[in-house]
């Protein structure tokens, strides 16, 4: 489908969507949201799309939340059942996706960042979660997502005070993976993405629902238990992918991965 507010690229086993209001810092409103919850549907039920890449258009802004100049002019407010951008809420999918933070990550922005598996930032981006000075609260996964990846104490600083924390600030805390300059910043999430396209796509998915699901189990006790039962794990041990890497690894070649 033609899309107005973002651009969806393929190539290959890997979509690239980029938000596209530069002359809003990629702020989101209601038909962009739409838009994103749309791609990422895409994104989701195509069996030939293995990983994800969001970033944001110039080099100012990945996005700088909710776009409150649409909302003040009467627009609407809302996003679909898959969140805020189609991402926040969306905790079924275990297709990893990379956030190339591309320069102000603010609010719902820092929660797409914080929805993604993996974040690579440019070395000038900044990450914050204002919403307390404007009367607000960070409701789209911010509150939760941030004291589980960085813990407690360290999240409560960000979330507290609504400060700005800088791209390497956010190395050390655990919540970006790596930064680089500016013009690098596509490349290095290429660089990612493919090293995850060069494992199976199913032991992947396995993993990746394997880790969400296990942190929300009661105990590692449980966790260790119940991860057998988890679905793509399940899938994964009946794949033809499950055969071919083993097959692969004996006859001492690269494994031609199936996704199936």
């Not at 979330?159 to 919540?175: D, M």
Request: one cysteine or more; charged letters at 20%; hydrophobic letters at 45%.
């Amino acid at each position: 489908m033609g899309y107005e507010f973002i651009q969806v690229e393929r190539d290959g086993p890997l979509t690239l969507v980029t938000l596209n209001r530069p002359e809003r810092m990629n702020a989101l409103h209601a038909p962009a949201h739409e838009e994103l919850g749309a791609a990422f549907d895409e994104f989701s039920k195509d069996p030939d799309q293995w990983v994800a890449i969001i970033t944001g258009a110039g080099d100012k802004a990945f996005c700088a939340g909710n776009d409150l100049k649409y909302q003040a002019s009467g627009g609407g407010l809302g996003w679909p059942s898959t969140g805020f951008a189609g991402l926040t809420s969306r905790l079924d999918l275990n297709k990893p996706i990379i956030a190339a933070v591309n320069g102000v990550c603010m609010g719902g922005g820092f929660e797409i960042a914080l929805a993604c598996d993996l974040v690579v930032a440019a070395e000038h981006a900044s990450f914050a979660l204002p919403e307390v000075r404007v009367g607000l609260a960070a409701v789209a996964g911010g509150l939760q997502r941030l004291p589980r990846q960085i813990g407690v104490k360290p999240a409560m600083g960000i979330i507290l005070t609504g400060r700005t924390v800088s791209a390497q600030e956010g190395c050390s805390l655990g919540f970006v993976n790596e930064v680089v300059a500016a013009t690098d910043l596509l490349a290095a999430a290429r660089r990612w993405a493919n090293q995850i396209l060069s494992a199976s796509p199913m032991s992947v998915r396995a993993s990746k629902e394997a880790v969400s699901k296990g942190l929300n189990e009661p105990s590692l006790e449980a966790a260790l238990q119940n991860q057998l039962r988890y679905p793509a794990l399940r899938e994964m041990f009946k794949s033809e992918d499950f055969i071919e890497g083993p097959r692969a690894f004996a006859q001492k070649r690269r494994p031609q991965w199936k996704g199936q």
